[in-house]
C-alpha cells in the first residue's frame, strides 16, 4: 500500500487553477490601489529612458503594502520600454534579508552585469575595493543606466555599502545608477551616516496600508486566476481581507489566508473553500508564525520564555521574579550563564512585544509595583523549545513554592 503513496495525491482535482499566483513573489499585471503610487515612482525612474540619472528614492510603508511588487512591476515595465527604445536600461533587484553584507550586495549587482562565469566575483575572498572596482567595469560597460533596488534596506549590516553605492555615479563616465531602498522603518534614514543621507536621501515614497475593501479587490483579481470557478464561497474573500486589515492592511497576510484555506479544504477533500476553512487557516498561520520566532530566538530568551511557561503551570499571577527564580534553576540545570534580574526583565519585554506573552504592570499596594506575566501565544510553543538540543533538560524539575504576600 506505501509504494505508490503520491497517486491518489496527484491525480485528484484541484480547487487551484494555478496557486502561484497567491504567492507573495508573484507580482501581477495589475496592481489594484497602488495606481498613484506606481505613476509616482515612474516619474522619478523616467529619465533613465532618456539616458539621464534618475533621482534615487526611499520607499517606505508596513508589510504587505505592495512597495516590492510595484519596484518589481515598474523595473520590467522600464525594461521593456528600454528595449522599445532601444536605451540600455538595467534593473537589479536585491533582498538585503538574504544579502546583507558590504561583499555581498557589491557581488550580487557585479555579477548581474558580467555574463561571461570566469569573469565573475567569487562569494567571498576579495579585497572590497577589488569588487567594488570590478562592478564599477562592469556597469560601465553598459553604457546605459541601472536601476538598483535594497529591498529590506533596513536589515543591512552597516551604512558602507550604502556609501559605495552612493557614490558609483562620480565613478561612472558613460553609465549612470539610481538606488531605490525599500523598509519598513520610517525612522531609518535617521540613523544613517550624514555622507550616505544626503546622497541618497533625495525622494521619498510612502505606501499607505490597504482597506479591507482594497484588499478585497487584490485577492479578487488574483481569485480569478488562482481558482477553478466555483470552488470559493462567497464569503471567504470578505473574511480574509477583513481579517488582514485587522492588522494594518497586509495583502501578504491576506493572500497567506487565502491559499492556505484553499489548501486546508484540498487536503480534506473538499471543493470549495468556506468560512470555516478561513478560521482553520487562522489558526494555522498563527501558530506556524509564532513557532518560527519562537524557534529562532537566542537561548537566553528561550530560558526566560521556557521560565514563563513552567511558571504559569504552576502558578497563579506569575511575577517578574518568580519567573526570575525558575530562570535561575533551569541555567543551572542546563549549564548556561546566569543573567542579572534586569537584564531578564529586558528580555520578558521582548517577547512581550513580540506578542508571545503578555506582561501588565500591577499594584501590590506597601509592596510597590510589579508585572503579571501569562503567555499569550498558543500554548504549543512548550513543544517547539523542548526540542531544542540547547535548551536544559526538564524532565524531573519541580519549580519552587510560589511566594505569597502578606
Known sequence: MMKDIFHGLVSADSIFKNKEVLRPSYVPDILPHREKQIKELAAILAPALRGETPSNVFIYGKTGTGKTAVAKFIGKQLVEKGKQLKVNTNFVYINCEIVDTQYRVLQNVANHFIKVWEDRVPFTGWPTDEVYSRLVNAIERTKGVAV???????????????????????????????????????KFTEFLDPRVKSSLGEENLVFPPYSADELCDILGERAKIAFEDGTLEENVIPLCAAL?????????????????????AER??????????VRMAENKIELDRVKEIVRTLPIQSKIVLMAVIIGEENYEGLTTGEVYNIYKDLCRI??????????????????????????????????GRTREIEIS????????LEKDEAMPNLKNYKPPLQSKLL
Do not use: C, F, W
Open 268 to 277: 480534506n477533500g473538499e471543493k470549495k473553500v468556506t468560512e470555516k476553512h
Open 148 to 186: 538598483i533596488v535594497l529591498d529590506e534596506v533596513d536589515k543591512l549590516k552597516g551604512d558602507e555599502v550604502l556609501y559605495n553605492l552612493s557614490r558609483l555615479n562620480y565613478d561612472l563616465d558613460k553609465a549612470r545608477t539610481s538606488i531605490i531602498g525599500i523598509s519598513n522603518d520610517l
Open 377 to 384: 501565544a498558543p500554548m504549543k510553543i512548550k513543544e517547539v
Open 334 to 367: 542546563g549549564g548556561v550563564n546566569i543573567l542579572t534580574q534586569r537584564r531578564v526583565a529586558d528580555l520578558i519585554s521582548e517577547l512581550d512585544m513580540l506578542g508571545i506573552i503578555n506582561a501588565r504592570v500591577v499594584s501590590k499596594g506597601r509592596y
Open 244 to 264: 488582514a486589515a485587522q492588522e494594518h492592511g497586509d495583502a501578504r497576510r491576506a493572500l497567506d489566508l487565502l491559499r492556505v484555506s484553499a489548501e486546508i
